[in-house]
T-cell receptor, first 115, second 112 residues
Framework: NAGVTQTPKFQVLKTGQSMTLQCAQD?????MSWYRQDPGMGLRLIHY???????DQGEVPNGYNVSRSTTEDFPLRLLSAAPSQTSVYFC??????????????FGNGTRLTVT | DAKTTQPPSMDCAEGRAANLPCNHS???????VYWYRQIHSQGPQYIIH???NNETNEMASLIITEDRKSSTLILPHATLRDTAVYYC?????????????FGPGTRLSVLP
């Protein structure tokens, strides 16, 4: 089991460029989410999905798009990168929250720098 | 979901128990207490969770007060590898969606 896999591990973008951060999980988890973590701070929720075809906004969604066409994959798209999006991005997944509480499994992050 | 308050940092001697407190005075009856930790710049790692009873697993123990307004995570024999940021999170048992809100946490330094 690979768990939650994020690619790339590191990325440098110029302002205005677009890119997609990839996240895949092999645990058949219904729930997936994206967080960003700025230096010295906790994690902030960007977008989440409770199943294929269903996405919703978190605390800081502006500048990011997501889609969930399969259970396994939950890519995060930056449409026009800005220096304020320099951060570490974490993807997480868990089994559905319906009827139970399950812990989140996190990937090891993508470190993004926008110049 | 209720908010949590944790001290920003703590020290602990290697081999001793580390007791990390968390206040969640506005917790409601259907909200669970979760603990995660983040070692250096890795992804957060799940430690333990509980509703109202004390819980123990291979990593730690979770003590929740009877009124549920606070809890303590106990690492019984801290090692240098336990140096990390520890997050206490309170989350309701939603029927749909799982939004874990991570605050700044407690930075635990285990000292040799």
């Amino acid at each position: 089991n690979a768990g939650v896999t994020q690619t790339p591990k590191f990325q440098v973008l110029k302002t205005g460029q677009s890119m997609t951060l990839q996240c895949a999980q092999d645990m058949n988890h219904e729930y997936m989410s994206w967080y960003r973590q700025d230096p010295g701070m906790g994690l902030r929720l960007i977008h989440y999905s409770v199943g294929a075809g269903i996405t919703d906004q978190g605390e800081v969604p502006n500048g990011y798009n997501v889609s969930r066409s399969t259970t396994e994959d939950f890519p995060l798209r930056l449409l026009s990168a800005a220096p304020s999006q320099t951060s570490v991005y974490f993807c997480a997944s868990s089994r559905s929250g319906q009827g139970g509480i399950t812990p989140l499994h996190f990937g090891n992050g993508t470190r993004l720098t926008v110049t | 979901d209720a908010k949590t308050t944790q001290p920003p940092s703590m020290d602990c001697a290697e081999g001793r128990a580390a007791n990390l407190p968390c206040n969640h005075s506005t917790i409601s009856g259907n909200e669970y207490v979760y603990w995660y930790r983040q070692i250096h710049s890795q992804g957060p790692q799940y430690i333990i969770h509980g509703l109202k009873n004390n819980e123990t697993n291979e990593m730690a123990s979770l003590i929740i007060t009877e009124d549920r307004k606070s809890s303590t995570l106990i690492l019984p024999h801290a090692t240098l590898r336990d140096t990390a940021v520890y997050y206490c999170i309170v989350r309701s048992r939603d029927n749909y969606g799982q939004n874990f809100v991570f605050g700044p946490g407690t930075r635990l330094s285990v000292l040799p």
